[in-house]
Structures are given as structure tokens and as C-alpha cells.
T-cell receptor, first 110, second 117 residues
Framework: GQQVMQIPQYQHVQEGEDFTTYCNSS?????IQWYKQRPGGHPVFLIQ?????EVKKQKRLTFQFGEAKKNSSLHITATQTTDVGTYFC??????????FGKGTTLSVSS | GAGVSQTPSNKVTEKGKYVELRCDPI?????LYWYRQSLGQGPEFLIY????????DSGLPNDRFFAVRPEGSVSTLKIQRTERGDSAVYLC???????????????FGPGTRLTVL
């Protein structure tokens, strides 16, 4: 199946700066999920977006699903050291298995 | 409640050997998934079970890989004649049955790190 492409691959920020990662697909997505994986840890579900143009917020995290349902973004406001990790977007394949992007690894210096 | 558990946490084996990796999903979760993750990559889908049957095994790389879930709970991923390229973290995930809240969310276990020497 089609992969989802994520950019950037790596991002380093100073604590307090904002951070955005982008997820793009060449085909229309039925939904997009976001996961966070801390260093040495396993992926942890953050959110699922389903509707065109959907925007969801979780504290300092804002998730968007594009109008054409071909792209998505995750924006973190005022990053903290606890935000360190790799953020993956993933699409459902036939509503079951997840097809992950390669992730964006965020590092934060205080 | 308890999350997804996987054993062993680490497995070192020699090229050509057979290994079994075990996954205990969250109690009551009907869907179970196996992924493998290489360094710097996202998890790569291997196989998906709905209940006891493999609903989608399209991600298994070749016939050296096999997985079972005989009673619809615990699953075992079996790798025959291991190769160095099989070295990766093998992740298991489970999700609730369709129609329940969070049915689309996958809950991952800590993974088994397999090293083939």
C-alpha cells in the first residue's frame, strides 16, 4: 500500500519554541492517526482524525487533517523537554493494519 | 489494567536458528497485530488477527515467518532459519472489537528486540 511521507525527518528546537511535523499522502486517506514514541519506548496513540479539515487540540498539541484528506500536521506550541521523541503518522490499510510514516524525531534543548 | 505484554524483551540467536516471540494482548481485545521496527524507521506491518484467524498476513516478508493465535488471545510469532536481516524490534499491538470506543486505536507492547548474530 501507499506509504505516508513525513517531513522533516529530524528537528531540534530550544525549549519554548514551536514545532510542526507534516504528513503527506499521494492518495486520499480515510483517516490518519498520530503516535508518539519516546526514546527506547513503544508507539503510543495520540489521536485519530477522520473528517476533512478537522482540527483537534490536546493541550499544547494541535492536529489538523487537510481539506483534501491527503495531508495532516501536528503542531506543538512552546515545546518542553517531555515532548522529546519520534512522532509518527499512520494510515489505516483496509481499516485494519497501520501503515506508518518514517517519523519525525524531535529533540529539545533546555 | 495491564497493557500488552511481550516476551522475551530481548532475544539473541544465531543465524539459522528458530525463534518464537510471544504477545499477550489486553484482555478482551479481539484484534492483534504484529509489526517490526528497524532503527530509524516506523513500524512495518506484518500480520493482523481478528480472533483466532489471520485476517491479513500480507506483511509477512517470506515463508520463514509464521504467526498463530490459537485461542484468540495470546499470539506467537515464529521465525525459522533466522537471518541477520531479521534483527529488529518486533512489536505487538491489540485493539478492542469494532463498535466499542477506541476500536481503531492500537495499544502497543514494549516489543522484543531480536538480534541475529
Amino acid at each position: 500500500g501507499q506509504q505516508v511521507m513525513q517531513i522533516p525527518q529530524y528537528q531540534h528546537v530550544q525549549e519554548g519554541e514551536d514545532f510542526t511535523t507534516y504528513c503527506n499522502s499521494s492518495t486520499t486517506l480515510s483517516n490518519i492517526q498520530w503516535y508518539k514514541q519516546r526514546p527506547g519506548g513503544h508507539p503510543v496513540f495520540l489521536i485519530q482524525l477522520v473528517k476533512s479539515g478537522e482540527v483537534k487540540k490536546q493541550k499544547r498539541l494541535t492536529f489538523q487533517f487537510g481539506e483534501a484528506k491527503k495531508n495532516s500536521s501536528l503542531h506543538i506550541t512552546a515545546t518542553q523537554t517531555t515532548d522529546v521523541g519520534t512522532y509518527f503518522c499512520a494510515r489505516n490499510q483496509a481499516g485494519t493494519a497501520l501503515i506508518f510514516g518514517k517519523g519525525t524525531t524531535l529533540s529539545v534543548s533546555s | 489494567g495491564a497493557g500488552v505484554s511481550q516476551t522475551p524483551s530481548n532475544k539473541v540467536t544465531e543465524k539459522g536458528k528458530y525463534v518464537e516471540l510471544r504477545c499477550d494482548p489486553i484482555s478482551g481485545h479481539t484484534a492483534l497485530y504484529w509489526y517490526r521496527q528497524s532503527l530509524g524507521q516506523g513500524p512495518e506491518f506484518l500480520i493482523y488477527f481478528q480472533g483466532t484467524g489471520a485476517a491479513d498476513d500480507s506483511g509477512l516478508p517470506n515463508d520463514r515467518f509464521f504467526a498463530v493465535r490459537p485461542e484468540g488471545s495470546v499470539s506467537t510469532l515464529k521465525i525459522q532459519r533466522t537471518e541477520r536481516g531479521d534483527s529488529a524490534v518486533y512489536l505487538c499491538a491489540s485493539s478492542p472489537k469494532t463498535g466499542t470506543p477506541s476500536y481503531n486505536e492500537q495499544f502497543f507492547g514494549p516489543g522484543t528486540r531480536l538480534t541475529v548474530l
